[in-house]
């Protein structure tokens, strides 16, 4: 199983932005499904933006228009681009691989 490494996560202030990236190991990158998930305290697991071999893309209704997702298949890596956060962005940010592979984990904070 691959190993996902996550970074980017932060502190920004309200209508600031930032970038994750999450590079997984191993050969099968390239023709697997990257997602991008996020969980607040309290609160259930939610899909964030998800991107298939073929480049088609899918985002949850709360982050349509702000967030970009891309990958990278040379450098193993899919990217999250955050603009506009706001306050209820604030959450663990987890890269997934296909259907069972999860990263660590990354915190955002959205707070002035």
């Known amino acids: 199983q691959a190993q996902l490494v996550e970074s980017g996560g932060g502190l920004v202030q309200p209508g600031g932005s930032l970038r994750l990236s999450c590079t997984a190991s191993?050969?099968?990158?390239?023709?697997?499904?990257m997602g991008w998930y996020r969980q607040a305290p309290g609160k259930q697991r939610e899909l964030v933006a998800l991107?298939?071999?073929?480049?088609?893309?899918n985002y949850g209704e709360s982050v349509k228009g702000r967030f970009t997702i891309s990958r990278e298949n040379a450098k193993n890596t899919v990217y999250l681009q955050m603009n506009s956060l706001k306050p209820e962005d604030t959450a663990v940010y987890y890269c997934?691989?296909?259907?069972?592979?999860w990263g660590q984990g990354t915190q955002v904070t959205v707070s002035s």
């Open positions: 991107i298939r071999s073929s480049g088609f893309t």
């Open positions: 191993g050969t099968i990158f390239s023709i697997t499904t």
């Open positions: 997934k691989q296909g259907t069972i592979n």
